[in-house]
């Protein structure tokens, strides 16, 4: 069973950073994507950043130009760093790892930006 352990989420004012880390149980080459979605409340879950196991990472839009995806792949980590937070990036943030046939979830880490 791969597990995804995440860590770094945390209450910041605006216009700060947060970093991310995502610690999966197996290579990230084993999957097809990883990267970071989050739910804030009464909301969907939406893509926040991905990143393949060759580097081509995708943004949603709201993100673009602040947060930045990477990976390490000596350590099976992905990281999100986020600057100039917003109050709307408060959420709760997933990992996730994606195959072909099955997608896996971290326990979410919570991210509560303050005005």
């Known amino acids: 069973q791969v597990q995804l352990v995440e860590s770094g989420g945390g209450l910041v004012q605006a216009g700060g950073s947060l970093r991310l880390s995502c610690a999966a149980s197996?290579?990230?080459?084993?999957?097809?994507?990883m990267g970071w979605y989050r739910q804030a409340p009464g909301k969907q879950r939406e893509l926040v950043a991905t990143?393949?196991?060759?580097?081509?990472?995708n943004y949603a839009d709201s993100v673009k130009g602040r947060f930045t995806i990477s990976s390490d792949n000596a350590k099976n980590t992905v990281y999100l760093q986020m600057n100039s937070l917003k109050p709307e990036d408060t959420a709760v943030y997933y990992c996730?790892?994606?195959?072909?046939?099955?997608?896996?979830w971290g326990q979410g880490t919570q991210v509560t930006v303050s005005a």
């Open positions: 996730n790892a994606r195959r072909i046939d099955y997608s896996y």
């Open positions: 197996e290579s990230i080459f084993s999957f097809n994507t």
């Open positions: 990143i393949t196991g060759g580097g081509i990472s």
